[in-house]
């Protein structure tokens, strides 16, 4: 819009010296903006934009001539000074054009291409213009290099520029801005020489389109796209093969007109040697294009068959590797996870997680050694080794190897793995070998060892631990879960005070399955998260339920037990709030239940619990005291409430040290001003001890199993 504008302002100017002196300074103006655009972007070429400047110099001290003749003169000499100045002008605009349209450094095959665009359009130029001007004897020499000078260089500017137009991908404004001078330019010059006697009824317009050229170049210059030119990287489709083939059918298309406009007088020799510079140069670029398609495919393979973080082999080669050795009898294989590699990536992040599985893949591949074999990288912390014998000497060097800290971006970590082993004995199938490795993998990460050979009981395992996973997600789906509440009762009224909310399962062949079976296997598929989220609603709207019907005899507080799994999702604290949201329960009356072992590892399980307590909700330290570090804990996250472990109230009546410890968890809880309850009371006498020792919150069955309805207005169990 702006050049149009100074193209329409220039309209309105006397024509001659006025409006020459006007086009220079846009010119001036245009270079000290294309300057200012270099050191306010940066470009990525900014020798390019400098010596564009230079051009636009030129162009101006061109027009400053101009001007002269007009005032001085009169009149305009052909060719005079502003001639040389403008034709002065070109090679730099062609010199930007080209870096700008192809990048700083133009591969062979761009080279090629603006042969062939050169070639093509300078075929088509020689034959209709330079060749009847050059025939021409009525006019001087210079008169002859400057006619086709003007129109040359505006043909081998939109040469450079012509990639840039039809390159795929999309443009930048900078490069829409470079076109467009382009385009402006040639019809001017092609007005100015050819047709002089234009100049006289439409020279304001011709004039008026180099001051658009001005601005759009310099638009171009100080556009923040001008950092990063348009030439991307090189790819063939379509687009790039319409170029030269539309640069060769140009041959006959010129001995098509030129033949039948005059037959006596075609230019064989120019037609001859373009059509031999544009077989030579189209074969060279089509030998690129083999070449670039011979690479891609290469890489294509490379990226087929390998893990792009690590340069292992992928899934793929290591099936097809293990399908042959299965085949041969000699089959080894073993499944490797890493244990807490998770927690890694929560804690420190997953630039830090990929460079350990970098590591990890370059310490497995070592601890292979010289034996015959492959390391591959199934997917995500998950390896796999084969080798024809001698599996039990690899999985000793690869314990060692991974005992051994790994130091990354100065975190020194230590990582460990489970490692599942199987042969080939008694199967010819691949995939059998594999699935019993992955078995045993399982195996050991259950069990907490770190090497299983798999056995045919593992199956059975698997199995059974497969079918009732799979009759968990039907009885999530049909409602054969329900929700119980076990009393947490004041001591030493028995008052009660809270519930917590526990499942259970009523299989309808199995009958009552314990949460001891299928709570782990829950954890282990991740239907623990959907489970946990079900029984969080259930319960949350059951505690409304009683504080509406019940009033103040309603439990104070629900209790919700929450998995490791759970608080490992980044969005759980969000469900908690939608729950609350949805159900209309305040935080204050909810109670989140983990265990030690859930929050040791830090990490995302860390930051969820933060979390749910900057909303309100009370947190819970569930068989506190059986952990890790139960009380360097206590000053990582935030505890409101500690649940002290049944192993330390069962012998609390007994003399001696028996109570020493449930003394001092509870001396601990009132110093730090938490609240404690005491899990597994099932005694009178056990309640009274507690009651002595300080405790004031209790749960049993002395005060009440888990059921559906407590009574919460019938008689209480006291203390004695």
């Given amino acids: ?116 665009s050169i070639t093509g359009l300078g075929l088509v130029y020689w034959v209709f213009v330079i060749g009847p001007i050059a025939g021409d004897t009525s006019l001087p020499l210079l008169g002859r290099i400057a006619t086709i000078g003007y129109p040359t260089a505006s043909v081998l500017m939109l040469a450079a520029v012509l990639p840039l137009i039809v390159r795929a991908g999309r443009r930048s404004p900078s490069g829409w801005l470079l076109a467009m001078g382009c385009v402006t330019v040639l019809p001017g010059n092609v007005v100015y020489t050819l047709f002089p006697g234009l100049l006289a009824q439409y020279g304001g317009l011709v004039y008026g389109a180099f001051v658009c050229t001005y601005i759009c170049w310099a638009g171009a210059a100080v556009h923040s796209s001008s950092r990063t030119p348009d030439a991307g990287p090189e790819r063939t489709g379509p687009r790039r093969l319409a170029m030269p083939a539309a640069a060769t059918m140009l041959v006959p298309v010129v001995l098509f007109v030129e033949g039948g406009r005059a037959p006596d007088h075609v230019d064989w020799l120019a037609v001859g040697i373009g059509s031999t510079l544009l077989v030579l140069l189209v074969m060279a670029r089509l030998v690129g294009f083999v070449s670039q398609v011979q690479s891609q495919a290469v890489q294509l393979e490379d990226l087929a068959l390998h893990d792009p973080l690590t340069g292992l082999p992928n899934r793929r080669v290591f099936e097809e590797r293990l399908e042959v050795a299965v085949a041969a009898g000699s089959s080894q294989v073993a499944m490797l996870d890493l244990d807490g590699f998770k927690d890694v990536n929560d804690r420190l992040g997953h630039a830090i997680g990929d460079r350990l599985l970098t590591v990890v893949a370059q310490r497995l591949a070592a601890a292979l050694g010289d034996d015959r074999g492959l390391v591959a990288r199934m997917g995500g912390d998950e390896f796999a080794v084969l080798v024809s014998d001698g599996m039990d000497g690899v999985v000793a060097r690869i314990c060692a190897a991974l005992d051994r800290p790994i130091e990354v971006a100065g975190h020194e970590l230590l990582i460990g793995a489970s490692i599942g082993t199987a042969d080939g004995t008694d199967t010819d199938d691949a995939g059998e070998v594999l699935r019993r490795a992955d078995v045993a993998m399982y195996a050991a990460k259950h069990a907490g060892v770190r090497h299983r050979s798999h056995q045919s009981e593992l199956d059975v395992v698997a199995g059974e631990q497969a079918l009732l996973a799979a009759e968990m997600r039907a009885a999530l789906d049909t409602g054969q879960f329900r929700v119980v509440y076990q009393p947490i009762v004041s001591l030493p009224d028995g008052r009660i005070v809270s519930v917590e909310a526990l499942v259970r399962w009523e299989h309808p062949t199995r009958g009552f399955v314990s949460p001891v079976e299928f709570i782990p296997v829950a954890e282990q598929n991740g239907l623990i998260v959907e489970l946990g989220a079900w029984i969080l609603r259930t319960a949350c709207a059951q505690a409304v339920m009683w504080r509406n019907e019940l009033g103040e005899a309603a439990p104070e507080r629900m209790s919700v037990n929450v998995s490791a799994r759970q608080l490992a999702e980044p969005g759980f604290a969000d469900v908690v709030a939608s729950v609350l949201a949805w159900t209309g329960l305040g935080a204050r009356h909810l109670i989140v239940e983990v265990t030690e072992t859930a929050v040791f590892g830090g990490g995302q399980t860390v930051q969820t619990v933060k979390d749910l307590h900057e909303l309100g909700v009370k947190i819970a330290l569930d068989d506190f005291g059986t952990g890790h570090s139960s009380l360097g804990l206590l000053q ?32 601990v809880s009132n110093g730090l001003g938490l609240m404690a309850v005491a899990e597994g009371v099932e005694t009178a006498e056990q309640a009274a001890e507690l009651h002595r020792l300080g405790y004031r919150l209790a749960q049993g069955y002395h005060f009440g199993r888990p059921v559906a309805e407590p009574d919460f207005t019938g008689a209480r169990v006291a203390v004695v």
């Fill in 636 to 667: 990582t996250i935030p505890v409101d409430v500690l649940k002290v472990d049944k192993s330390f109230v069962d012998g609390i009546t007994m003399a001696g040290r028996h109570a020493v410890i449930a003394t001092a968890l509870i001396q």
């Fill in 1 to 116: 819009m702006l050049g149009l504008a100074g193209c329409l302002v220039y309209l309105t100017l006397p024509s001659g010296a006025v409006a020459a002196a006007f086009s220079a300074a846009v010119g001036y103006l245009a270079a000290v903006v294309t300057i200012l655009g270099v050191r306010r972007n940066r470009p990525a070429d900014p020798l390019a934009w400098l010596v564009f400047a230079a051009g636009h110099v030129f162009w101006a001290t061109g027009d400053i001539a101009y001007a002269a003749n007009s005032h001085l003169l009169g009149y305009q000499p052909y060719p005079s000074w502003a001639d040389a100045s403008y034709l002065c002008a070109y090679p730099f605009f062609v010199f930007s054009l080209f870096r700008l349209a192809r990048g700083r450094r133009a591969g062979v095959s761009r080279l090629i291409d603006a042969g062939v």
